[in-house]
């Protein structure tokens, strides 16, 4: 008996107003009538919108982007694949990516924020890597904000929610709030994985004649245009995007991390690639662009979650927890048993073929037909008008000198360890996993998180890092200065930096603006990459972060892994043992403008920042490392936001309990010693003896070093200016947060 | 001593697990799935932490249908050594090898941080506890969303008689009180065991803390109870 043969309904036609409908420009819609040579079909028209939004095709960024150093003696795979590859010797690499979902956790925080750490989970172990730990960057709007409350506590729970499923350690981050972000919170997630070098996999189609097989999760209609969604800005009608946004389920994650561990031992995959954003789209173009070959996938054999799913969903649906792979021909029932032991779906959809094109079929009649280039190469490249923004010079004008002090030294102190920038991060924290694994040497809370690695000595150091506010100031030096401070926090656990990932969060990149501070930031995280001698492997670029013409302030987080050879030479950001010597590397004054201090007590943003010196930071971290190793250094912590007085109170509160005794007399206004902000400096503890012979070591390397006093008894006391016990630090510091998310 | 971990979709300390038998316990640790009947002639059995099919129905609820569980539940009926950790102390307490149910934590929130516990039984009341003093405070770290020990007050009364508790939260001193309990366990539950003794659950991990280099060597004392 045959069934009735139903014709597959009609595709719509096509023309500019529903190019215009999918994100694509009039100009972008004739470039793609003009590149395949006749009007594309509705699926094909839905391809090209995703695979040339801003999110996939980094169309207005890529010609910044090509500037930044990506290459070194142990970058094995630079930005282009799923994720970057650093070699860290004994036959291992560290695989690593951080990535944006900023748009869908706004409209949906706890979904989008899951949904972020899945996608980026994925990336990493496509690759074959385990991932060994997860970071995550977030800004939020005013802590007084409507919405904060509800944004912040949906994103840690979706965050916590798919790490600890997956039993993923959450180890570190950033949590950061600013009026810039109240309509466009950014949730930056980055995951660390560990691959032995001989077993990296690499999103490549090759072998004409070899199945192309789809595991995981049923295609549900979720997530369509997610892509699309991502490059566009906010307005009223966001709220009615929530369908735009997926659904995770990490249970179903971890059961495909297992398998494709599992499946990556057999020699039977050629390829891997997961569907993240674009779904079976960029998956099927990109291995088939990265293998010059083709792809031939039949729709019928895509494993569906409803009935009456037309090609264009099918294509375009970002259904979370799914891989596309490239197996051996004739291995295919050896891959499907491994995918079924482990109750995943595993079908073969298509074949690689000979020549360059994708080919989709669907009930018998071919939807698509398209050679792989223009979707790719074929990607408008945009190298948009920029401009310095307006009023950017009276804000370096600001006349600190006139603000006055806003309290005594101790309610000022008190007032900025409890703010909601610098106060404890444990309510935050404390919802993630972080000693999984058993591998944690230091979580969160440090300057930077440290995991062993079983089976070696070795352990990695991991730190995320930005100040948003010293780049919206000046984005060139901002931007250096991010990087200097991810390579001064690792240094201050004992590790060298290896290479740096990157997650762009910028405003309309139409606005000139927008584009100054981009391309800016650019320049100065390559300047700063190139002085300390740290490629960039991995990124992701985050635009059109407005809501209403309102763009978030500059944020371009870094995500940086170091290496420490000895784990037993790692460092601590805590005082340890009464009578220590405390010795500030570094300038002794900081700065006001672009400080905490400004925003807690004027709610300013202004004045001319300090600038980097990259090669005294290079010497600093030398002095750090060589000080750990030879065991003259006991204690490192990096002076940054809120200053001296907030750095020695992180001491304290950080290390075994014992206070600390300052005497330093001010040289300028006391403010400025206290509270002002400046790189390059780090605060260290070490014992009388060995604190004579780092005075010596920093005299050599021409390092400005000085004696702030020692450590004892149970307060905070800087002679003549103010005295506090460290309960009443350690009530305000953990209180913080608490009185925002009212717990 | 040849230890066998179970494997649920969805374990996620088995691998921890297995690293602390072999390294904290010079135990030989072997991994039992979750769809076999085999136990592989293990002496000790840990099921492990995690989120076993899910969690998405309740804790444990679906674990313990699983064919490897039927064996588990012979091999304890025996009188074979069982520890069940996080998860796996929800999943016996689901399977009734161990009385009571874990719920939602007082914070309805995932909570993961250090606790202190004191251990509640002689050291000879279970394989486990042979190294641990009565009254000796343990810090260990929880991980956990459903660690809120429940159970009548009936059935508290008789694991207090029969001295199944085998340890309660505390604060670092050793005192019990409303702080020191992270979960909202009635009566300060962390740890139980069964009448026999041959079965121990608690929701703190022990195999996070068997090592100087992750600054806390306290959870080896229960690991080690594999060990001879």
């Known amino acids: 008996m045959t069934a009735p043969a139903t014709a597959a309904p009609r595709e719509p036609e096509v023309d500019e107003k529903v190019a215009r409908g999918m994100g694509l420009t009039p100009a972008e819609y004739a470039r793609i009538c003009d590149l395949i040579g006749r009007k594309p079909g509705y699926t094909e028209l839905g391809m090209f919108a995703v695979m040339w939004s801003e999110h996939c095709s980094y169309k207005s960024s890529r010609v910044h982007l090509k500037t930044f150093p990506t290459t070194g003696p142990r970058v094995l795979k630079g930005p282009g694949e799923n994720a970057g590859i650093v070699s860290i010797g004994d036959g291992l690499a560290v695989v690593f990516k951080m990535e944006s979902h900023n748009h869908p956790s706004f409209i949906e925080p706890h979904q989008g924020a899951a949904t972020g750490v899945g996608g980026i989970l994925r990336d990493v172990f496509t690759m074959g890597a385990r991932p060994i730990a997860n970071l995550n960057s977030l800004s939020f709007g005013a802590p007084d904000h409507p919405k904060t409350r509800y944004l912040l506590g949906g994103v840690v729970s979706g965050v916590g929610s798919y790490g600890n499923c997956m039993g993923v350690p959450t180890v570190g981050g950033e949590l950061r709030f600013h009026p810039s972000y109240n309509g466009n919170n950014l949730v930056n997630a980055m995951t660390v994985g560990l691959v032995p070098e001989e077993k990296i996999f690499l999103g490549q189609a090759h072998g004409v004649g070899n199945p192309v097989m789809y595991v995981g999760s049923r295609t549900g209609r979720d997530g369509i245009h997610g892509a699309t969604m991502a490059s566009g800005e906010f307005d009223q009608e966001t709220e009615e995007k929530r369908p735009t946004v997926q659904v995770g389920d990490p249970f179903t994650e971890k059961l495909l991390l297992e398998a494709c561990l599992e499946a990556m031992k057999s020699d039977h995959i050629v390829g891997i690639q997961d569907m993240g954003a674009a779904g079976l789209t960029c998956s099927t173009v990109e291995m088939a662009d990265r293998g010059n070959t083709g792809i031939l996938l039949d729709l019928d054999k895509v494993p569906l979650r409803e009935d009456g799913m037309v090609p264009y969903e099918m294509m375009l649906s970002e259904s979370q927890e799914r891989m596309l792979l490239v197996a051996q021909k004739g291995h295919e029932q050896d891959l499907i048993r491994i995918f079924q032991k482990w109750d995943l779906q595993c079908s073969v959809v298509g074949e690689v073929t000979d020549g360059d094109r994708v080919v989709v079929k669907h009930q018998g009649r071919v939807v698509v037909d398209l050679p792989v280039n223009p979707l790719t190469s074929g990607a408008p490249l945009y190298d948009r008008p920029r401009a310095e923004p307006e009023g950017l010079h009276e804000l370096h004008d600001l006349d600190l000198a006139s603000l006055d002090s806003g309290g005594t030294p101790a309610e000022t102190l008190v007032r900025l360890i409890g703010s909601p920038n610098l106060c404890s991060r444990r309510w935050v924290w404390s919802q993630y996993d972080h000693t999984v694994q058993t591998n944690t040497v230091r979580g969160p809370g440090g300057d930077a998180a440290v995991v062993r690695i079983k089976g070696t000595h070795k352990a990695l150091a991991l730190t995320s890092d930005v100040n948003p506010r010293l780049v919206a100031l000046d984005p060139e030096e901002g931007a250096a200065q991010a990087v200097a401070e991810a390579a001064r926090n690792v240094a201050c656990v004992g590790a060298v930096p290896l290479a740096i990932t990157d997650c762009l969060n910028f405003g309309n990149p139409e606005k000139p603006d927008v584009m100054w501070q981009f391309e800016r930031a650019v320049a100065g995280l390559g300047r700063a990459c190139r002085a300390l001698g740290v490629p960039v492997v991995s990124g992701n670029v985050s635009l059109y972060n407005e809501t209403e013409g309102k763009g978030i302030l500059p944020t371009p987080t870094v995500g940086m892994v170091g290496l420490i050879d000895n784990v037993a030479h790692v460092g601590q950001a805590g005082f340890r043992d009464e009578g220590d010597v405390i010795l500030l590397l570094g300038d002794a004054m900081g700065s006001l403008a672009g400080s905490e201090w400004l925003h807690v007590l004027h709610g300013l943003l202004g004045g001319r920042i300090p600038r980097v010196d990259l090669a005294r930071e290079r010497t600093l971290g030398e002095l750090l490392r060589d000080g750990y190793r030879n065991g003259t250094i006991k204690s490192a912590h990096d002076v940054s936001e809120g200053g001296l007085a907030v750095a020695l109170a992180e001491c304290c509160l950080l290390g075994s309990g014992a206070g600390a005794t300052i005497k330093l007399d001010p040289i300028d206004r006391i403010d400025s010693l206290l509270f002002g902000e400046a790189p390059g400096r780090v605060v260290v503890s070490a014992t009388a003896a060995n604190a004579r012979k780092l005075e010596k070591a920093a005299e050599k390397a021409g390092l400005p070093c000085r004696k702030l006093g020692k450590v004892e008894g149970d307060h905070l006391e800087w002679k003549g200016l103010f005295r506090l016990s460290l309960a009443t630090l350690r009530d305000v510091h953990e209180g913080g947060l608490r009185a925002i998310v009212g717990a | ?228």
Not at chain 2, 85 to 111: A, D, W
Not at chain 2, 117 to 141: N, Q, W
Request: glycine share 12%; with cysteine.
């Open chain 2, 1 to 228: 001593m040849k230890v066998g971990i179970v494997v649920f979709p969805g374990s996620n300390c088995d691998h921890d697990c297995y690293y602390a038998a072999a390294h904290a316990a010079g135990a030989h640790p072997v991994f039992l799935w979750h769809k076999d009947h085999e136990l592989k002639n293990v002496d000790a059995i840990i099921v492990p932490g995690g989120f076993s099919y899910g969690d998405y129905l309740r804790s444990g609820a679906m674990a313990r249908f699983s064919p490897i569980m039927e064996e588990v539940v012979a091999f304890a009926n025996r009188g074979g050594m069982v520890l069940g950790v996080c998860n796996g102390f929800q999943i016996l307490t689901e399977s009734g090898l161990l009385p009571g149910v874990l719920m939602r934590n007082k914070n309805l929130k995932f909570l993961c941080c250090d606790v202190h516990v004191r251990s509640e039984l002689e050291p000879s009341a279970t394989p486990f506890t042979k190294k641990i003093d009565k009254g000796r405070v343990l810090r260990m770290p929880i991980a956990h969303n459903d660690g809120c020990y429940y159970a009548d007050a009936e059935t508290l009364d008789r694991l207090e008689g029969e001295g199944q508790i085998a340890f309660r939260y505390v604060s670092a001193a050793g005192a019990i009180s409303e702080s020191g309990n992270p979960n909202g366990s009635l009566r300060s539950i962390a740890g139980v065991r069964n009448e026999k003794g041959n079965v121990l659950g608690l929701m703190p991990h022990p195999e996070r803390c068997a090592e100087d280099l992750l600054g806390n060597q306290d959870g080896a004392l229960l690991i080690q109870g594999f060990s001879s």
